[in-house]
C-alpha cells in the first residue's frame, strides 16, 4: 500500500498562490485514480479534485479555472496548482489514492490558510 505524504501549504492573501506536493513512496503508474479532497471542521469533506491514470482530470465547481492537477509518475508525484485563492479555499488538504469513494491511501494533510 503506497504511503502519501503532502507539503506546500501555508498561509496565503486572496488572489494568491500555492502548490501542494503529494509524493508516494512508490510507484503511482499503475494507480488508476488519484486526487485531493479538502475538510474544514464541522463541515463535510470535499473532492477537490481528481485525476486518472491516462491524466483526465475532473474537478469540483468551487475551484474550476482556478486550480489544476497534474501527476509526474517519474517523480511518483501528484500537485494542485491552486491560484486565485479565496478565502473559502481555507481547509486541510488532503490527497488520496484509489478510487473517490473509497480510497486505498491518504495523506496526514496539509494546511492552507487564505487570508482576506
Known amino acids: 500500500q503506497v504511503q502519501l505524504v503532502e507539503s506546500g501549504g501555508g498561509l496565503v492573501q486572496a488572489g494568491g498562490s500555492l502548490r501542494l506536493s503529494c509524493a508516494a513512496s512508490?510507484?503511482?503508474?499503475?494507480?488508476?485514480?488519484m486526487g485531493w479532497y479538502r475538510q474544514v471542521p464541522e463541515k463535510q469533506r470535499e473532492l477537490v479534485a481528481f485525476?486518472?491514470?491516462?491524466?483526465?482530470?475532473n474537478y469540483a465547481d468551487s475551484v474550476k479555472g482556478r486550480f489544476t492537477l497534474f501527476r509526474d509518475n517519474a517523480k511518483n508525484t501528484l500537485y494542485l496548482q491552486m491560484n486565485s485563492l479565496k478565502p473559502a479555499d481555507t481547509a486541510v488538504y488532503h490527497c488520496?489514492?484509489?478510487?473517490?469513494?473509497?480510497?486505498?491511501?491518504w495523506g496526514q494533510g496539509t494546511q492552507v490558510t487564505v487570508s482576506s
Open positions: 488520496y489514492a484509489g478510487p473517490a469513494y473509497d480510497p486505498i491511501s
Open positions: 485525476i486518472t491514470r491516462g491524466g483526465s482530470t
Open positions: 512508490g510507484s503511482i503508474f499503475n494507480i488508476n485514480f
